[in-house]
């Protein structure tokens, strides 16, 4: 029988609620497909900034590299804004990133047939969606160096430097590549290459390394562009590939084609150890503690868990399957707009869910 390790960072704000119920799939995901799993419980974000004075304490970032996979909820607060950049939850995210090497983020986005009517947009536009955003996640402007905020003549200036190297580009790109040949066969490098060099060099180098793919139909499109085509028309898109930046902001973007962030999950992956899977939401601390969240992105990233980090594909399968059951059944949770819907707590999705497994 296999056996897991899994570390759980359950970290802030509506984090504990989410988790609780992946912590419930797992149990019985086990029982029924036969493995073992030993699930080790860390301190991260702004929990642990309070209990251990840092945001990723290093017992944490020690026990996630000896895992097998990673799960996590979400980190951060407005409580913790006021403190200095290196204590901060997102800091702690980022560490972690750098630390376990997680420079691709895969983050698919795919319309619930049940849940049509949930997003903002017209249902023609959206029912064909299933796309996936690559974004690169250890470089780029959150990373870059020289950064600041310094006095000029008594002004104050921010600046941030936005940075790639030929191989880093080169290393997200082989990733879409090998995610799209599974799918598709269809890739779009999101840049900026008409006004910044960086996006230049981003385009040159996609641009070589897929001449050595003809099979794969290939596009560059300017951030702008895709932001607007994203709205416009998201069903032409199967695999988006681009920078840290852009790939979160689009990323949260395609998120609402949904219907609501509490949908979606995602994997930040590296070449060799332990991935981590958490939803793209943030701690949502405006609904905390209220026992209203959904806990769907959360475990659709622990599908993704078993699916890419654990290689259980029956069991990921059957988590999908058990939300699209609950969700066509007419349950929701408030964030999923629909009014013929039976609202049901956070808690009471999680049942829901574990029932049809
Ligand atoms: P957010 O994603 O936490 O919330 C945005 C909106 O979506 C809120 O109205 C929230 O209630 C709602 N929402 C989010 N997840 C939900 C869910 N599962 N169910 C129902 N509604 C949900 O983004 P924000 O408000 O910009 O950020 C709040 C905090 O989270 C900040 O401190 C931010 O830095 C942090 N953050 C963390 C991560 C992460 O942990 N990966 C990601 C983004 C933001």
Request: glycine share 6%; hydrophobic share 40%; charged share 25%.
């Amino acid at each position: 029988m296999n056996n897991y390790k899994i570390v759980l960072l359950s970290g802030d704000g509506i984090g504990p609620e989410i988790s609780n119920v992946s912590k419930k799939l797992l149990s019985k995901l086990s029982e029924k497909y036969k493995f073992n799993f030993e699930l080790k419980e860390e301190l991260f974000g702004g929990i642990a900034y309070e209990q251990k004075g840092s945001p990723a304490p290093q017992e944490t970032l020690e026990s996630c590299k000896s895992s097998d996979a990673v799960l996590l909820a979400c980190v951060g607060d407005i409580k913790y804004d006021s403190l200095s950049r290196d204590l901060r939850p997102e800091t702690g995210l980022l560490k972690l990133r750098s630390e376990l090497n997680l420079f691709a983020n895969i983050r698919p986005v795919k319309i619930r047939r049940s849940l049509l009517n949930a997003s903002s947009l017209r249902k023609e536009i959206i029912e064909n969606v299933d796309l996936i955003v690559v974004r690169e996640l250890t470089g780029g402007i959150y990373f870059g160096e020289p950064r600041g905020i310094v006095n000029i003549s008594g002004e104050k200036k921010g600046f941030n430097t936005m940075t790639y190297s030929a191989s880093e580009i080169k290393r997200i790109t082989d990733v879409a590549i090998k995610i799209t040949k599974k799918r598709n066969n269809k890739i779009c490098s999101v840049d900026k290459a008409n006004v910044l060099e960086v996006s230049q060099l981003w385009r040159e180098t996609v641009e070589e390394i897929m001449k050595n793919h003809p099979d794969i139909e290939f596009s560059n499109m300017y951030v702008d562009n895709a932001a607007m085509q994203l709205i416009r028309d998201p069903s032409q898109f199967d695999v988006i590939v681009t920078n840290n930046l852009f790939g979160d902001i689009l990323s949260d973007l395609a998120a609402m084609l949904s219907g609501s962030i509490g949908m979606l999950p995602s994997a930040s992956l590296s070449n060799d150890g332990p991935g981590v899977f958490e939803p793209v939401h943030g701690s949502a601390p405006d609904i905390a503690g209220k026992d209203i969240a959904n806990p769907i992105a959360m475990a659709l990233s622990t599908a993704m868990m078993l699916r890419i980090g654990l290689n259980e594909p029956n069991a990921a399968d059957n988590i999908e399957l058990a939300i699209d059951n609950v969700l066509s059944k007419g349950f929701r949770t408030s964030d999923l707009i629909d009014k013929d819907a039976q609202i049901l707590s956070c808690t009471e999705m999680g049942e829901k869910i574990i029932q049809e497994i």
